[in-house]
């Protein structure tokens, strides 16, 4: 308001006391807030942050077309709250083979839980960059999505499901509203690893079937692609424009 610039800002975290405190200082005047998701924009909405829905988006000339195969994947950030070893737990059950790739991002957690049950069949390849990562998912069968807190969006749904990839995955924070929006995707509940476990073996033989895979992608690319995005975000700066003229 200051400025007398008007501003747009994404939330795409948990509500944060000090952003409250700052939006409500300034008298929401001059401002815009997108929320990634519903579940995102319910919990920002009740704390004082009124915002309108922008899912994430994804770019779908990154994360190509890839042809499936055998393999499980998982890909993410190496720590407690995205949990890798329950993909670990479901892929040994399953008896498959699983690759991880992801930027470690508490030592500890790596060290002590997941690392130690990393061997065999279980391939940690690091961290990849966006091309290797995108052709090591395109060439999976399923990708195991594994959060153990409420997602604000979770971006690993729509980028493997752009691969054609299928997901599964816990239902939690704004991940259903991505399986909701989309093919491919099936979620159980939070934490429950035998259903996990029961619906992965259901889905695998899908992620090679080349037709299926094609839709997936398409139904994704539809609802989450970058272009949807962009579009979406100046159709939103356009109105915010309108009403700062109009003010």
């Given at each position: 308001?200051?400025?007398?610039v008007?501003m747009?800002?994404t939330?795409?975290t948990?509500v944060?006391?000090s952003?409250v405190a700052?939006h409500l200082?300034a008298?929401?005047?001059?401002?815009?807030?997108?929320?990634?998701?519903?579940?995102?924009?319910?919990q920002?909405?009740?704390?004082?942050?009124?915002s309108e829905?922008?899912?994430n988006g994804?770019?779908?000339?990154?994360?190509?077309?890839?042809?499936?195969?055998?393999d499980l994947?998982?890909?993410g950030?190496?720590?407690?709250?995205?949990a890798?070893?329950?993909?670990?737990?479901?892929a040994?059950r399953?008896?498959?083979?699983l690759?991880i790739?992801?930027r470690?991002g508490d030592?500890?957690y790596?060290?002590?839980?997941?690392f130690?049950?990393?061997g065999?069949?279980?391939?940690?390849a690091?961290?990849?960059?966006?091309?290797?990562?995108?052709?090591l998912?395109?060439?999976?069968?399923?990708?195991l999505?594994?959060p153990?807190?409420?997602?604000p969006?979770?971006?690993?749904?729509?980028e493997?499901?752009?691969?054609?990839?299928p997901?599964v995955?816990?239902?939690?924070g704004?991940?259903?509203e991505?399986?909701?929006?989309?093919?491919g995707m099936?979620?159980v509940a939070a934490?429950?690893?035998?259903?996990?476990?029961?619906?992965?073996a259901?889905m695998?033989p899908?992620?090679?079937?080349?037709?299926?895979r094609?839709v997936?992608?398409e139904?994704?690319?539809?609802?989450f692609?970058?272009?949807?995005r962009i579009d979406a975000?100046?159709?939103?700066?356009?109105?915010?424009?309108?009403t700062?003229?109009a003010?």
């Amino acid at each position: 308001p200051q400025l007398g610039v008007p501003m747009v800002t994404t939330l795409h975290t948990p509500v944060d006391g000090s952003a409250v405190a700052a939006h409500l200082a300034a008298g929401g005047a001059g401002s815009q807030f997108l929320s990634v998701s519903a579940h995102t924009m319910m919990q920002w909405d009740a704390a004082g942050v009124p915002s309108e829905l922008l899912p994430n988006g994804v770019d779908p000339r990154a994360w190509a077309l890839g042809p499936g195969g055998d393999d499980l994947v998982w890909f993410g950030r190496i720590v407690p709250e995205k949990a890798p070893h329950i993909a670990v737990e479901v892929a040994r059950r399953l008896g498959r083979r699983l690759v991880i790739a992801g930027r470690i991002g508490d030592d500890e957690y790596a060290r002590d839980i997941l690392f130690p049950s990393v061997g065999g069949d279980v391939e940690y390849a690091g961290e990849l960059a966006p091309a290797p990562l995108a052709a090591l998912v395109g060439r999976s069968g399923l990708a195991l999505a594994t959060p153990a807190w409420a997602e604000p969006f979770g971006l690993v749904g729509p980028e493997a499901l752009m691969c054609g990839t299928p997901v599964v995955g816990f239902a939690v924070g704004g991940v259903p509203e991505i399986a909701a929006a989309t093919m491919g995707m099936q979620l159980v509940a939070a934490g429950d690893v035998a259903a996990m476990t029961e619906r992965a073996a259901s889905m695998l033989p899908s992620g090679k079937d080349a037709a299926f895979r094609a839709v997936v992608r398409e139904t994704a690319v539809r609802r989450f692609s970058l272009d949807t995005r962009i579009d979406a975000l100046e159709a939103s700066f356009a109105r915010l424009r309108e009403t700062e003229s109009a003010a």
